[in-house]
């Protein structure tokens, strides 16, 4: 069997593996409870909440974990109090490129980009199937 190389595929290459997987489960949960939860339950409202708490979920991970343990990004809001302005911050790791676990980024950057492109896809097949209200799931 071939021995994986740094950059490939593999979770097991990872710098953070747990952080990588809870990354990739909250990822994917919510597109699954979306795609199968009427096999399981007949309850709209049900695996609207579900679905709308994973993806919540997701993006507070995101945000706060995975983005800063696998990439080195950080982003936050700021506020000016006596104007009201909003500023967002975005910042990165010094010598982000040299430390980085190739595999780590990867991962985070395919599943960043796939997972709205899933949703995308989802929402166009909706369309088709006439599911007017799986739409307001599909476009959170």
């Not at 679905?51 to 993006?59: N, P, R, Y």
């Not at 500023?87 to 990165?92: I, K, L, Q």
């Not at 595999?103 to 950057?109: L, N, Q, V």
Request: net charge neutral; glycine share 8%; aromatic share 16%.
């Amino acid at each position: 069997m071939e021995e994986a190389r740094p950059g490939d595929l593999s979770w097991r290459l990872s710098s953070h593996p747990i952080t990588l997987l809870c990354f990739l489960g909250f990822r994917i949960s919510s597109l699954l409870v979306y795609l199968l939860g009427l096999y399981f339950t007949n309850n709209f409202i049900l695996v609207f909440i579900l679905t709308t708490l994973l993806l919540a979920i997701d993006f507070y991970y995101l945000k706060n974990i995975a983005g800063r343990r696998l990439v080195g990004l950080r982003w936050w809001n700021e506020v000016n109090t006596s104007t009201g302005d909003s500023t967002w911050v975005f910042e990165s790791k010094e010598g982000r490129e040299q430390n980085q676990n190739k595999t780590d980024g990867r991962f985070f950057w395919l599943a960043l980009y796939a997972q709205p492109a899933l949703w995308v896809a989802v929402a166009v097949i909706d369309v088709v199937r006439l599911k007017w209200g799986w739409l307001s799931v599909v476009g959170e």
